[in-house]
């Protein structure tokens, strides 16, 4: 499969600062604003949520990437300059939908980090399943330097990555961390040499859209709610989740392949 061989995913509505395309089953959204460092304004929120609330049904997995020499420089300043207290709260909402499509999606989204991943940004990052950073990477939250507060959701998806203290410690005093210690702490799951994220994406892409979608699905949506779950409520959960996948005609066509040896083991190497 060769990825430059996207085809363009048609969506009226998709400003210009985004590009939807796709690879067989694989989705690719870019940001395409690098004059601006990806920042996102209003146009860009919205089209996040058209793109994420109009994937075609047989799409298995998404990539999210960014033009340029910056993943994302969060929000765009500008947007907020002319607001009032009501206006700032429905422009949060607004993010907070959008995000929630990627983080609620049927199928695994995959973000590729480079450069700059801070504010928005690095929200946006958040909102996705799994992160590759590519080793220039960095992390920051400098709403307080910039006089606001977060408002993409960092404030509940951050914590979940690299703990509330660390968190609290970036936006009090404007610490940033860089994509070999990102990988160490939690902000990413891989990391990657510069210019390699994007293909190693798609490779892990690709080895989510081998696997059953209700496998995937019930990763996506059960993992997240037994986590915030009492234990017994979990260990009931996974029951039902686990009854519900293994009924599946995908899951049993697996197992009978694994059973009469036409199926790959699980292998290790180093
Ligand atoms: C922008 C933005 C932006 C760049 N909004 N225009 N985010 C920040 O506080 C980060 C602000 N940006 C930066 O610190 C730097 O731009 C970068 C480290 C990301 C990149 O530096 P560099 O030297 O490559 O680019 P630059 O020269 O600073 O910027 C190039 C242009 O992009 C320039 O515009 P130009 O018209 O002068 O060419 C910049 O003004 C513009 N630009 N970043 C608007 N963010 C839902 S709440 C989320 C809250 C937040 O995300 S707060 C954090 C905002």
Same mark, same amino acid.
């Not at 991943?117 to 590519?134: M, N, P, Q, Y």
């Given at each position: 499969?060769?990825? =430059?061989?996207?085809?363009?995913?048609? #969506?009226?509505?998709?400003?210009?600062?985004?590009?939807?395309? *796709?690879? /067989?089953?694989?989705?690719?959204?870019?940001?395409?604003?690098?004059?601006?460092? =990806?920042?996102?304004? =209003?146009?860009?929120?919205?089209?996040? /949520?058209?793109?994420?609330?109009? #994937?075609?049904?047989?799409?298995?997995?998404?990539?999210? +990437?960014?033009?340029?020499?910056?993943?994302?420089?969060?929000? /765009?300043?500008?947007? #907020?300059?002319?607001?009032?207290? %009501?206006?700032?709260? #429905?422009?949060?909402?607004?993010?907070?939908?959008?995000?929630?499509?990627?983080? @609620?999606?049927?199928?695994?989204?995959?973000? &590729?980090? +480079?450069?700059?991943? &801070?504010?928005?940004?690095?929200?946006?990052?958040?909102?996705? +399943?799994?992160?590759?950073?590519?080793?220039?990477?960095?992390?920051?939250?400098?709403? $307080?330097?910039?006089?606001?507060?977060?408002?993409?959701?960092?404030?509940? *998806? &951050?914590?979940?990555?690299?703990?509330?203290?660390?968190?609290?410690?970036?936006?009090?005093?404007? *610490?940033?961390?860089?994509?070999?210690?990102?990988?160490?702490? $939690?902000?990413?799951? %891989?990391?990657?040499?510069?210019?390699?994220?994007?293909?190693?994406?798609?490779?892990?892409?690709?080895?989510?859209?081998?696997?059953?979608?209700?496998?995937?699905?019930?990763?996506?949506?059960?993992?997240? *709610?037994?986590?915030?779950?009492?234990?017994?409520?979990?260990?009931?959960?996974?029951?039902?989740?686990?009854?519900?996948?293994?009924?599946?005609?995908?899951?049993?066509?697996?197992?009978?392949?694994?059973?009469? @040896?036409?199926?790959?083991?699980?292998? +290790?190497?180093?």
């Amino acid at each position: 499969m060769d990825d =430059n061989a996207a085809t363009a995913i048609d #969506l009226p509505g998709l400003p210009d600062s985004l590009q939807a395309s *796709r690879v /067989d089953n694989i989705a690719i959204l870019r940001l395409t604003r690098p004059g601006k460092r =990806n920042a996102i304004d =209003n146009a860009m929120i919205a089209g996040i /949520d058209l793109f994420f609330s109009t #994937l075609p049904h047989d799409i298995r997995a998404v990539v999210i +990437h960014g033009e340029g020499d910056h993943f994302c420089a969060g929000l /765009d300043l500008s947007s #907020l300059t002319e607001t009032d207290a %009501y206006e700032a709260v #429905l422009h949060s909402r607004a993010w907070h939908r959008a995000f929630a499509k990627i983080e @609620k999606a049927e199928m695994p989204v995959i973000a &590729v980090l +480079h450069g700059a991943t &801070v504010g928005g940004g690095l929200e946006l990052a958040a909102a996705a +399943h799994i992160r590759v950073a590519e080793r220039s990477t960095f992390y920051a939250l400098p709403e $307080g330097q910039r006089g606001i507060f977060v408002g993409g959701g960092a404030s509940v *998806r &951050v914590p979940k990555l690299v703990t509330l203290a660390r968190t609290m410690d970036m936006m009090l005093t404007g *610490r940033t961390y860089g994509a070999q210690e990102g990988v160490t702490l $939690g902000f990413s799951q %891989y990391l990657a040499e510069n210019g390699a994220g994007f293909a190693h994406a798609m490779e892990l892409a690709r080895k989510i859209a081998s696997h059953a979608p209700l496998s995937n699905f019930s990763v996506l949506h059960a993992m997240p *709610r037994i986590a915030e779950s009492q234990d017994e409520a979990g260990f009931f959960i996974e029951s039902l989740m686990s009854a519900v996948a293994s009924s599946d005609k995908d899951a049993k066509g697996r197992l009978r392949a694994f059973l009469e @040896k036409r199926a790959p083991k699980v292998t +290790h190497s180093g």
